[in-house]
């Protein structure tokens, strides 16, 4: 697995050295594809009662919604969450260095009113402004565009150009290079919808229990919680951290300790229950791929290189995994999966 996981981030690294090289299209066509790939469990869902075409603009219109909203919410108020909390991190931070116990004392010495200014100023510098925020999306339009008549391509023909290009490989290869795909396709789904389902919930906790606590910009912090939650094992606790020690400052020790033990049990039960749950029906992603696939994806193309980056890593560690597995029933595919239905079975046939 560790050879596996080496030989899969040093493809992605020179995929993202050929991405960067001739970003734009080929960018928007990558893109697309993965858009198509995550999606369409959704869309085979719906078509069992609707038409394909319909359910296909169902989900659009619903990806839509969700990405209007969230646009919305970016310009009107999430950037006044960080400028407000740009003015009041600092006189927190000065509180609890104040504190004469151990916890002021460990603040003075790593300087946390410096630091906190510092990311304060950092997190203001890259989010800009709301007009910079209409432009940028004014300007991205285009894209948007391109990349969403590309989607509704790959997800109307993908699976058609998938199998007709499997039917060029020789007899006695296809059967178990089609299981390959289908099993790594459909463990990259369960992946996705996991990591989505699990950041809405830590998110949604972080929410409450910073609005219990009167933490400032708790919206900010719910979604850079949500955000690291992707981050299998460790990812929760990096998560609830900025609570914790905004807490500290403007809320009573029992509620910061209790927010910390809420912290440490959704930890424990993501790496107890949650997490063996996904990976049996999938496989094991330990926390160097999501971190690895981030960090490369955010330095091709933001926030949306990072989603894509870390899926394309998914799906290649997924294949690499299936690859290395024993065909146990001789039918191209392995008992342990058990995921959402990808259209790809559809037009693929075993001999």
Do not use: H, K
């Not at 050295?17 to 970003?23: F, G, H, R, T």
């Not at 997190?123 to 432009?135: F, K």
């Not at 929410?207 to 955000?227: E, H, I, K, N, R």
Request: with cysteine.
């Amino acid at each position: 697995m560790l050879v596996a996981t080496a030989c899969v981030i040093l493809s992605v690294v020179v995929v993202r050295n050929v991405v960067v090289s001739s970003a734009g299209v080929l960018a928007w066509a990558i893109a697309s594809i993965v858009a198509a790939v995550l999606l369409s469990p959704l869309v085979t869902l719906l078509d069992r009662v609707l038409p394909r075409a319909l359910a296909i603009i169902i989900v659009f219109l619903a990806v839509g919604a969700v990405g209007i909203g969230a646009r919305s919410l970016y310009v009107t108020q999430l950037q006044d969450q960080v400028d407000f909390l740009a003015e009041q991190a600092p006189e927190i931070a000065s509180g609890i260095e104040d504190r004469d116990d151990r916890v002021g004392e460990v603040a003075r010495e790593i300087g946390l009113v410096d630091r906190v200014g510092e990311l304060t100023a950092r997190l203001q510098e890259n989010l800009g402004t709301p007009s910079d925020a209409l432009v940028d999306a004014a300007r991205s339009v285009p894209a948007y565009v391109v990349c969403f008549i590309l989607t509704i391509f790959f997800m109307l023909y993908g699976p058609r150009i998938v199998a007709a290009g499997l039917q060029r490989f020789p007899e006695d290869r296809r059967e178990r290079t089609t299981g390959i795909v289908r099993g790594a396709t459909r463990s990259t789904q369960v992946q996705a919808g996991a990591a989505v389902a699990g950041a809405a919930v830590v998110g949604l906790v972080i929410w409450a229990v910073g609005t219990v606590m009167d933490v400032p910009s708790v919206g900010l912090f719910a979604l850079f919680g949500a955000a690291f939650s992707v981050v299998p094992y460790l990812g929760i606790l990096v998560g609830w951290l900025p609570v914790v020690i905004v807490g500290i400052g403007v809320a009573p020790a029992w509620q910061v300790g209790l927010a910390a033990l809420v912290a440490i049990g959704l930890q424990f039960l993501e790496a107890t229950r949650w997490r063996p749950f996904v990976d049996g029906r999938s496989l094991y992603v330990g926390p160097a791929l999501p971190i690895v696939g981030a960090v490369l994806g955010y330095a091709i193309y933001g926030v949306g290189g990072s989603i894509v980056t870390v899926t394309i890593l998914i799906f290649g560690l997924a294949a690499a995994d299936e690859a290395a597995t024993d065909d146990v029933d001789g039918d191209g595919d392995t008992d342990a999966l058990e995921p959402l239905p990808t259209p790809i079975d559809e037009y693929v046939e075993a001999d």
